[in-house]
């Protein structure tokens, strides 16, 4: 009785009790949720362009992130600093598209899903090896970005929201625009679009497949280093990122591999519903449930809508 | 194989099979709409129409990947309720499908075996040593597979990995495994699709044969008309998902909805 | 030249489905064993035994398990540290519990009580297919890994939150604990991974393995033809689960000696992940091929620099580890995706028909 008390009735009165400490939690949780969602929106970015489960999309927001933290740290001005990062981060695209995705077209997902894995390490190793294994601090001041938080008095209490996070939430929203309009408005755009539904009509219309995957790799980098700079800018900047940014997977089935809109939803609920349950259930079980939440709440929604939030029935052919 | 006619309680000639008022349809689309036929065991039954009439899924229906939303099976005389495929299969009904689909990494044989699966009972342990009751099981099922392979000469091909082969033959390689299941049923999925005239009266003779030898009843769907008119004993006919024909060859060619169908109604 | 199968016939079935229907093959095979039953424990040094031997021959069944699942279900995990763990943990308790017990049952057991485990987080697998399913291996991943570290009643309440391995003997010869030999616990290894070798490989030769592959190659068209897709996909999950516990049972007992939770955490999955690929999906010479190619890569990268006389170090040469692994794994996938054990057949293809091309 007392356990059954304290799982389902507990946590609720605890809310009730403390709405600013809710309001605070909530906040924590949609915070962390933006840079899930970030994470899943480069991996969704890919897998429609290409078919490619791309499990290197987290390291490459550690590897865009140390990128410009280790220019800057060998004597580069902040801003050419982040231009070169973006010039890495084309260079990356470049050389997977050329190394590894051209040899590998029409290769089962699996085998592609695996390479991956492969660039995963090279960009874990490489990372290492010219910039160091250590933690790096963000240069959050250098590009100006703000620092500190601003409180609220609200529901009796304070609120305290850190103005990085509200600057990452505002980026956020205005990249994710942006990048809607460069899908839905332009030709390159129009281009990619017709690459996800099928790759051999797209050829059949003199579509680039090399080009379009060497470009849909250099936007999800881009959306790597803007995700790094946020993350790096909460905590810093170092691979054990690498295990957070498994998160993005149950962000993905939730929100579905392909849809945009799927993988902020997704991001967001898994963000807030992960901080709630560390918070208001964790304790129960000696905490640290952070760590598996996550993907529990996924499977749980998966049992019930297997083909995600946004997809659509999926029907059987043979 | 087994001896024509050694059936549980459905003789020749009668219902086998009954579709009664099917519909389906995936969200606001409709496959099929209101369709009702029979199969008589031991015939050989067509099932035409242009593309898009919802042939494949009357298929799909027929052994339960689809579920209706109205109308009901019957088979052997037994109504059907909501299933999960592998139930039909065991049932006695097989098939083959439109894109081939064989199990690419594996070998004609191992294809072949595979449609044997359900006929093997032997325990896990003894599978674990392959040895005993393990050992012999699966050389009594390889005899009978080799049966197969005789019967449809691939004896050639029967180590060579399915993916490697040509398209006739792996539509080949298909019946043999469909025929493993000893089917009550038999249904084919486009059999002939993208084969030469020589490949064609190979599997026309086939089809004929498994018909005669074995006494199973056979509902497909094919293109060819000629094919179609020769083979088979009663022919149904679907467009945009109802049925405008049932009858034999002679009946449906002489319909004026059919030849309205396939060659168009002057406006 | 000496590898020829002409005037070999066949006259059964039985003949002809053995899993090595080659002459030479069989004589290859009774050299292996006995290179690996008589020769290395008997000329053998201590560093080769326990730091060469038995670590390729764990990682090698623990790649056996994953390649069950993956290489012939197509089912991905990404948890199988995650049931190493399960397998370690499980037959720590149970000898802890019942010392009098040998270990070796204790061993099989913790594979069962793994086996469950692994079942368990199977069950999604009925309505989730493909990546999706990733997400339930590594949900399987991250609890059990948290579990080690969060439930003291696992450790016997030790304030280490490590496990150990206790003293226990086999015929009255310690095998596990300070006082085992290395040429003891090597025997005890090499016997398990045998014997269960033997047993996988006649599991996939014959019909529960037909139906995996089929499942993995098609599995709408395994379901209609009479396949259930569920009990074969959970029989995957168990059975490779059990070779992934008892895998973890023998790391813990038989080469560390003891082990923290950091032991099974993801990184390790990914290991074994990759011994599976480069060794080549389906195929279990290639789990063997895999697992001493990546155990043996770091230290061969490590012993090189230094025997070429180039100062690297440490932590650069694991670095480049990674770089090469990440390497090895694209030029793999690109140049033979069916790995090692590809790799292998084709060379003895080319021998048979040696010195024509073809």
């Known amino acids: 009785?007392?356990?059954?008390?304290?799982?389902?009735?507990?946590?609720?009165?605890?809310?009730?009790?403390?709405?600013?400490?809710?309001?605070?939690?909530?906040?924590?949780?949609?915070?962390?949720?933006?840079?899930?969602?970030?994470?899943?929106?480069?991996?969704?970015?890919?897998?429609?362009?290409?078919?490619?489960?791309?499990?290197?999309?987290?390291?490459?927001?550690?590897?865009?992130?140390?990128?410009?933290?280790?220019?800057?740290?060998?004597?580069?001005?902040?801003?050419?600093?982040?231009?070169?990062?973006?010039?890495?981060?084309?260079?990356?695209?470049?050389?997977?598209?050329?190394?590894?995705?051209?040899?590998?077209?029409?290769?089962?997902?699996?085998?592609?899903?695996?390479?991956?894995?492969?660039?995963?390490?090279?960009?874990?190793?490489?990372?290492?090896?010219?910039?160091?294994?250590?933690?790096?601090?963000?240069?959050?001041?250098?590009?100006?970005?703000?620092?500190?938080?601003?409180?609220?008095?609200?529901?009796?209490?304070?609120?305290?929201?850190?103005?990085?996070?509200?600057?990452?939430?505002?980026?956020?929203?205005?990249?994710?625009?942006?990048?809607?309009?460069?899908?839905?408005?332009?030709?390159?755009?129009?281009?990619?679009?017709?690459?996800?539904?099928?790759?051999?009509?797209?050829?059949?219309?003199?579509?680039?497949?090399?080009?379009?995957?060497?470009?849909?790799?250099?936007?999800?980098?881009?959306?790597?280093?803007?995700?790094?700079?946020?993350?790096?800018?909460?905590?810093?900047?170092?691979?054990?990122?690498?295990?957070i940014a498994l998160k993005a997977l149950p962000v993905l089935i939730l929100g579905g591999f392909t849809s945009v809109p799927g993988a902020i939803v997704g991001g967001l609920i898994i963000g807030i519903g992960e901080k709630l349950g560390e918070f208001y259930w964790g304790p129960l079980v000696g905490g640290g449930i952070e760590s598996w939440l996550a993907y529990f709440i996924a499977l749980a929604f998966l049992l019930f809508r297997p083909q995600g939030l946004f997809g659509e029935k999926i029907i059987e052919r043979i | 194989m087994r001896a024509p006619g050694s059936d549980k309680g459905v003789a020749a000639g009668d219902v086998l099979l009954a579709v009664d008022n099917v519909s389906l349809n995936f969200g606001g689309v409709k496959a099929i709409t209101d369709v009702s036929f029979d199969i008589r065991k031991g015939e050989i039954r067509a099932i035409i129409g242009p593309n898009g009439a919802g042939k494949t899924s009357m298929l799909n229906v027929i052994n339960g990947f689809y579920h209706p939303q109205q109308g009901r099976i019957t088979y052997r005389g037994e109504t059907r309720q909501k299933m999960r495929p592998y139930v039909a299969a065991s049932q006695g009904i097989s098939r083959t499908f439109q894109n081939v689909a064989l199990f690419k990494g594996m070998s004609t044989l191992d294809n072949i075996m595979a449609g044997r699966t359900l006929k093997m009972r032997g325990s896990f342990f003894w599978q674990l040593f392959r040895h005993g009751p393990a050992m012999r099981e699966e050389i009594e099922h390889r005899k009978v597979v080799e049966e197969i392979i005789d019967f449809l000469e691939i004896q050639a091909i029967r180590k060579t990995p399915v993916g490697k082969l040509p398209y006739g033959l792996q539509k080949r390689v298909e019946l043999g495994r469909a025929l493993a299941m000893e089917p009550d049923l038999l249904l084919l999925d486009e059999p002939m699709a993208g084969m030469n005239l020589e490949e064609k009266e190979d599997m026309s003779r086939f089809i004929i044969d498994v018909n005669n030898q074995y006494g199973t009843t056979i509902a497909l769907i094919e293109h060819d008309i000629g094919v179609v008119m020769d083979l088979s004993d009663r022919i149904v006919v679907l467009e945009y998902g109802r049925k405008i024909a049932d009858g034999t060859p002679d009946q449906v060619k002489s319909d004026q909805t059919v030849i309205d169908a396939y060659l168009g109604v002057p406006h | 030249m000496f590898y020829r199968e002409a005037g070999q016939y066949k006259t059964s079935y039985a003949a002809d489905m053995a899993v090595f229907p080659i002459r030479q093959d069989r004589i290859g095979l009774a050299v292996i064993l006995f290179t690996a039953f008589v020769l290395i424990p008997a000329f053998g040094n201590q560093f080769f035994l326990s730091s060469v031997m038995i670590p390729t021959l764990v990682f090698a069944l623990a790649a056996i398990g994953l390649n069950i699942l993956t290489g012939y279900t197509g089912l991905i995990s990404l948890g199988t540290a995650a049931f190493m763990g399960v397998g370690a943990y499980a037959c720590y308790k149970l000898t802890t519990w019942f010392p009098g017990v040998n270990i070796i049952v204790w061993i099989i057991a913790s594979g069962f009580v793994s086996a469950f485990v692994g079942a368990m987080f199977g069950l999604p697998s009925l309505r989730i297919k493909g990546f999706y399913l990733v997400v339930a291996t590594l949900a399987a991943q991250f609890f059990l890994q948290w579990c080690f570290g969060r439930i003291p009643w696992l450790v016997n309440y030790n304030t280490s939150g490590a496990i150990e391995a206790p003293e226990r003997f086999l015929f009255g010869i310690p095998i596990t604990g300070a006082n085992a030999t290395p040429e003891s616990r090597y025997l005890v290894v090499l016997g398990v991974v045998a014997l269960m070798t033997w047993f996988a490989s006649n599991l996939v030769h014959g019909r529960v393995g037909r139906a995996w592959m089929a499942v993995r190659d098609m599995d709408i068209a395994a379901e209609l033809m009479g396949i259930r897709l569920l009990t074969t996909k959970l029989l995957a999950f168990a059975v490779s689960s059990f070779y992934c516990g008892v895998s973890g049972a023998l790391m813990v007992f038989l080469w560390y000696g003891s082990a923290e939770p950091e032991v099974f955490v993801i990184n390790q999955s990914f290991l074994i992940l990759f011994m599976v690929i480069i060794g080549g999906l389906g195929s279990l010479v290639g789990s063997f091929m895999g697992a001493a190619l990546i155990y043996m890569l770091p230290i061969v990268l490590r012993l090189l620099p230094a025997a070429l006389g180039v100062p690297i170090a440490a932590a650069t040469v694991e670095h480049l580890q990674f770089i090469i692994v990440g390497v090895l794994i694209i030029v793999f996938l690109i140049a033979e995706p069916h790995g090692l054990a590809r790799l292998w057949q084709t060379g003895k293809q080319k021998l048979r028909i040696w010195p024509f091309p073809y």
């Not at chain 1, 990062?85 to 590998?104: D, S, W």
């Not at chain 1, 994710?176 to 059949?204: C, E, N, P, W, Y």
């Open chain 1, 1 to 243: 009785m007392n356990l059954l008390y304290a799982l389902f009735v507990d946590p609720w009165v605890q809310m009730g009790q403390a709405p600013d400490l809710l309001v605070q939690t909530l906040w924590e949780g949609l915070v962390s949720g933006v840079l899930y969602a970030l994470i899943a929106l480069g991996f969704v970015l890919i897998f429609k362009a290409s078919g490619v489960f791309n499990f290197a999309q987290g390291i490459m927001v550690v590897f865009a992130a140390l990128t410009l933290v280790g220019f800057y740290e060998m004597g580069v001005p902040a801003f050419l600093a982040l231009a070169l990062a973006v010039g890495v981060m084309f260079l990356l695209a470049v050389t997977v598209e050329r190394v590894v995705l051209r040899p590998l077209v029409n290769q089962p997902d699996i085998i592609l899903f695996m390479a991956t894995f492969g660039i995963t390490y090279v960009l874990i190793g490489l990372g290492e090896l010219i910039f160091g294994g250590n933690p790096k601090r963000m240069i959050t001041e250098q590009l100006y970005l703000p620092k500190g938080a601003v409180e609220f008095k609200i529901l009796g209490g304070f609120v305290s929201l850190q103005k990085i996070d509200i600057a990452a939430a505002i980026i956020a929203a205005i990249m994710i625009a942006v990048l809607a309009f460069f899908f839905q408005k332009t030709r390159i755009g129009r281009a990619l679009r017709a690459v996800a539904d099928s790759h051999k009509a797209a050829l059949s219309v003199g579509i680039s497949l090399n080009q379009i995957w060497a470009i849909v790799w250099f936007t999800a980098g881009i959306v790597a280093l803007v995700t790094g700079i946020m993350w790096g800018a909460r905590s810093e900047v170092s691979f054990a990122l690498q295990v």
